[in-house]
């Protein structure tokens, strides 16, 4: 009679894919609804977020690499593309789309929540920071990692499960920016959805998005710390 050794633990029954898609799916669920406590409590919705999202990758045993957390093929290659995307974007939101939904009868985004902003280089320093914290590494992880993926894994995973998912990631991401007027939503669902893209594109790595999502927001604090309308 053999005894076990003092390392050994009993095997866990993994999962079934059933199951880990449920998982994904109720995280994903949960992870809006905590995103939406910025409506009302700015800024704790990301941070409740990201517990959920922390919890929901602990729950599936997957690891940080199923939300596209892992180590990139080349960082050089995925910050340049980050940077560059975020900054295309960027532009062309702020010439492009946003003159002309404007035009088209929109009231403007309401950057009211953001007017201490001008000439303040210690609110500028701040908000730089939760550009790359809160939001951008935070609503990447939540938005792009959890949510995008966790309703396409319940759609089986297909490209038409990707696709609705897609859509229904984008709309949500911008509703949850109601405090910008209409026109806020129709354009940060519209970012949420480039994003998305950039994502599935970059075969889900996540860092890139990251990048691109800090590089959108630096862009639109320095302009409004500047004086100009974002």
């Known amino acids: 009679m053999t005894s076990a050794s003092p390392d ?4 866990r029954k993994a999962p079934s894919p059933a199951s880990l898609r449920l998982r994904f799916a109720l995280g994903s669920a949960a992870a809006v609804a905590a995103s939406a406590l910025d409506m009302v409590v700015p800024p704790a919705g990301i941070p409740a977020a990201l517990l959920v999202t922390w919890f929901t990758v602990r729950l599936t045993g997957g690891g940080w690499r199923t939300l596209g957390m892992g180590r990139p093929r080349s960082w050089p290659r995925s910050l340049a593309v980050g940077v560059a995307f975020g900054t295309v974007w960027q532009l062309l939101f702020l010439y492009g789309l946003a003159p002309l939904t404007d035009a088209m009868g929109g009231e403007g985004i309401d950057h009211s929540r953001f007017q201490a902003l001008e000439g303040n280089l210690g609110a500028l320093a701040l908000y730089l920071g939760i550009s790359w914290t809160t939001a951008g590494f935070g609503e990447e992880i939540v938005w792009r990692g959890l949510v995008l993926g966790g309703l396409a894994r319940l759609l089986g995973g297909g490209r038409a499960a990707w696709a609705v998912s ?3 990631m984008a709309a949500l991401f911008g509703m949850l ?3 910008q007027g209409v026109l806020g939503v129709l354009l940060t669902g519209a970012t949420g959805l480039a ?3 950039l994502f599935l594109a970059t075969r889900r790595n996540l860092w890139v998005t990251v990048v691109a999502h800090g590089t959108m927001n630096t862009i639109a604090f320095v302009l409004l710390f500047l004086g100009f309308e974002a």
Do not use: M, R, V
């Open 8 to 11: 050994s633990t009993p095997d």
């Open 166 to 168: 897609l859509a229904a």
């Open 177 to 179: 920016h109601l405090y």
């Open 195 to 197: 994003l998305g893209l």
